[in-house]
Each structure stands twice: as structure tokens, then as C-alpha cells.
């Protein structure tokens, strides 16, 4: 059951929710190609994850070129005779390419939008195309992407990311019905804050990172961030052989965040 022996290919897994990912699933007993811009980072959680008894190993892959997303997938292929999994992690947000003040439209140029949805949105569709000859060949196999609450709420200074993430969420839905005659499972979800770089990055870049940070949190019933890990468990289970009723899903997991209109303080919450 779960996802004992199925065969992962996880892009942007150097760091944050990927990384998570990767040792979650090599500690259930999965086979993890991890992969990234950052080599260095990312053989180290490849061999953390041999060196703990797991299966790992790494390949560098920018995912927007699609050379490399097929040396991936062969590669991958290669080193565990098949994929199951497909997750679509790597991501960016304009605050990286850009000051966090200089994300609204009238001042964010094009090319950093055009970036975050190549990144976000096109490069998934890449993956998906290139692992698709292996997921035909699996027995459990699926994608899961990686959406955000920013697919379904707008944020301030977000309009890139929340048009990339809005955008992976349809895509999933439609390569879910593309692929359902072949059996391949294609689900996301759509995490709030989670306590990664891309998180910190942006909180840092505020006038008062902590008043920032607070803000964050304050509007989800669980204030806090929330754990890579917990966002990777979610990625197990999604593609794992308890989900097989789940298709073309969006599962939030964002602390309830969306589920109100409200402040934890008005809960006498802090
Ligand atoms: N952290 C959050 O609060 C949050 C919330 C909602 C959704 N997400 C999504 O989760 C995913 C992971 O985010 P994270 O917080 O772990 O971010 P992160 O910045 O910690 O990690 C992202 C990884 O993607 C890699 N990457 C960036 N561009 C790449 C490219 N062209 N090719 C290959 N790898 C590339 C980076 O090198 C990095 O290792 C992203 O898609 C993000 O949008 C994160």
C-alpha cells in the first residue's frame, strides 16, 4: 500500500517543499530522482536520503528546457526502471526576480512575468509531456502538481504567480481528462505560507518582516506556517494506492485560511 516502491521524479527538490518531499517519500519506501538548478544542494539530499537507507539520485534539470526535462525523465527511467510519480514542484515567485515592491503591474516588467508563468505553468506541461511514455508503462501512476492558495485568492503584488498558479490548477483538471483513458491520475494542491525560502525571501523583503509574518498567519485557523513535510505527507498520499478515487482534485492545505472570513484574534487566538 502507500507508495512502497513506486518510483518518483520530483523537479525542484534541492530545497523547501521538494526536498520535504523527497525524504518523506524515500522514508515510505519510494525510489526518488531528485532535481534542481542548485547541483550542489541537491545531490546533498539525494545522498542524505541514500546515505539513511533510502533510494535517491540526482540530476540536474532546469525545467523550461525541454533537453533537460527529457534527460530527466530518461534518466530517471534509467536509474529505476520506470516512473510512477511525476511531481511538478519547482517554482518561482516575481518577489524573487524582482524587489517585493516593484510586483504590481505598473511597475513589474514583462519578462519577469512571462518567467513566473514559463516556470509555474508552461514547464509542468513540459514535465508531464516528457515522463507521459513512462507513466503509460506504470502500474500506479500519477502527477501531482503544485498549485497554491494563489489560484483560487489574489494576494497583493502577485499577479504573475497567482496567474501561474490559477493556470496549473486548470491545466490540472485538463491533463487529468487527457490522460484518464490511459489510467494516470492528475491531482494538485494548493498550500498557503509554508516556512520555505521562497517564504522567508518574500518576509524579509517587508518594511516590518515580522508585522509581515504575522499577517500572514493571522487569517489561517492554524496560525503558522505550515511544515514542508506536511505538504510533502500530502504529495504521498495523493499518489499513493489509498488515492485511487482521486482525479483531476485540487486539495487545499492551507491551516483553514480559506475557509473564512476572518482573524484569529476575533478567536482570541494569537
Ligand atoms: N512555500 C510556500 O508558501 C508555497 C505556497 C504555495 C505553493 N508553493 C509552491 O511550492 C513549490 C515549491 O516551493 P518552495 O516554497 O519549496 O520554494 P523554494 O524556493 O524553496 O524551492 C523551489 C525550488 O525550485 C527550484 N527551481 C526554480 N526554478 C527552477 C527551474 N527553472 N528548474 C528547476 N528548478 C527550479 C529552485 O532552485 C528551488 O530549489 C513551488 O511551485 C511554489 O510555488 C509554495
Keep these: ?31 526518488v530522482m531528485v532535481s534542481d538548478l542548485s547541483d550542489e544542494q541537491g545531490q546533498a539530499v539525494a ?36 516512473i510512477d ?6 517554482g518561482i515567485h516575481e518577489s524573487g ?3 517585493a515592491d516593484q510586483c504590481n503591474l505598473e511597475q513589474m516588467s514583462l519578462d519577469v512575468f512571462r518567467k513566473v508563468v514559463e516556470v509555474n505553468a508552461v514547464a509542468p506541461w513540459i514535465c508531464s509531456k516528457a515522463a507521459l511514455p513512462y507513466l503509460k508503462e506504470s502500474d ?37 481528462v487527457d490522460l484518464a483513458p490511459l489510467g494516470i491520475r492528475v491531482n494538485c494542491y494548493g498550500p498557503t505560507a509554508i516556512a520555505t525560502d521562497m517564504v522567508t525571501d518574500f518576509v524579509k523583503q517587508a518594511d516590518d518582516p515580522a508585522a509581515f509574518e504575522k499577517a500572514l498567519v493571522n487569517t489561517s485557523l492554524i496560525p503558522r506556517l505550515g511544515l514542508p513535510s506536511e505538504v510533502g505527507e500530502l504529495v504521498c498520499f495523493l499518489a ?16 483553514g485560511s480559506l475557509a473564512w472570513r476572518g482573524t484569529v484574534d476575533q478567536l482570541g487566538m494569537e
Excluded at 50 to 73: F, I, K, P, R, W
Design 47 to 82: 545522498d542524505e536520503i541514500n546515505a539513511s537507507g533510502g533510494t535517491a539520485a540526482y540530476q540536474h534539470c532546469d525545467v523550461t528546457d525541454t533537453g533537460q526535462v527529457e534527460a530527466l525523465m530518461t534518466a530517471a527511467a534509467e536509474a529505476f526502471g520506470g
Design 240 to 255: 499513493g494506492r489509498e488515492a485511487g478515487f482521486i482525479n483531476g482534485a485540487y486539495i487545499l492545505i492551507d491551516g
Design 1 to 31: 500500500m502507500g507508495i512502497e516502491g513506486l518510483r518518483f521524479v520530483i523537479t525542484g527538490s534541492a530545497t523547501g517543499i521538494g526536498a520535504a518531499t523527497a525524504r518523506v517519500a524515500a522514508s515510505k519506501g519510494a525510489k
Design 140 to 176: 500506479w501512476p500519477s502527477i501531482v502538481n503544485a498549485a497554491s492558495t494563489g489560484a483560487q485568492a489574489a494576494y497583493p503584488n502577485n499577479s504573475a504567480y497567482g496567474t501561474s498558479k490559477g493556470g496549473i490548477r486548470l491545466q490540472t483538471q485538463n491533463l487529468a
Design 85 to 90: 510519480v511525476l511531481h511538478n514542484n519547482a
Design 97 to 99: 526576480l524582482a524587489p
